[in-house]
């Protein structure tokens, strides 16, 4: 089985930061892509933050764009997402994803999730 952890969520004010961190461990082989997705009150679907693969390209939304930066510790199977400038519509609960391929298995992905964790930006 495989587990990811997030903490570095919280309460900040417009114009603030936070960095979120995401800790994947277990029957692990490899991981190919790392990232971050939000869930905004009231919308169903989770849309994408910011991802970045193995070999260290990165996909960021429209949104965040020069606010938001994502990295890796490929040696901790470790994603991290910088947020500055927060503003009231980054208030979502984060969640982290990743692309694994579990020990055992000799080719394909599969996809596993965080908990996930608030961040709420208010004055």
């Known amino acids: 089985q495989v587990q990811l952890v997030e903490s570095g969520g919280g309460l900040v004010q417009p114009g603030g930061s936070l960095r979120l961190s995401c800790a994947a461990s277990?029957?692990?082989?490899?991981?190919?892509?790392m990232g971050w997705y939000r869930q905004a009150p009231g919308k169903q679907q989770r849309e994408l933050v910011a991802?970045?693969?193995?070999?260290?390209?990165?996909n960021y939304a429209d949104s965040v764009k020069g606010r938001f930066t994502v990295s890796r510790d490929n040696a901790k199977n470790t994603v991290y997402l910088q947020m500055n400038s927060l503003k009231p519509e980054d208030t979502a609960v984060y969640h982290c994803?990743?692309?694994?391929?579990?020990?055992?298995?000799?080719?394909?992905?599969?996809?596993?999730w965080g908990q996930g964790t608030q961040v709420t930006v208010s004055s």
């Open positions: 994803n990743a692309e694994v391929r579990p020990t055992g298995w000799a080719m394909g992905w599969k996809d596993y």
């Open positions: 277990g029957r692990i082989l490899s991981i190919r892509a």
């Open positions: 991802v970045m693969g193995h070999d260290g390209t990165t």
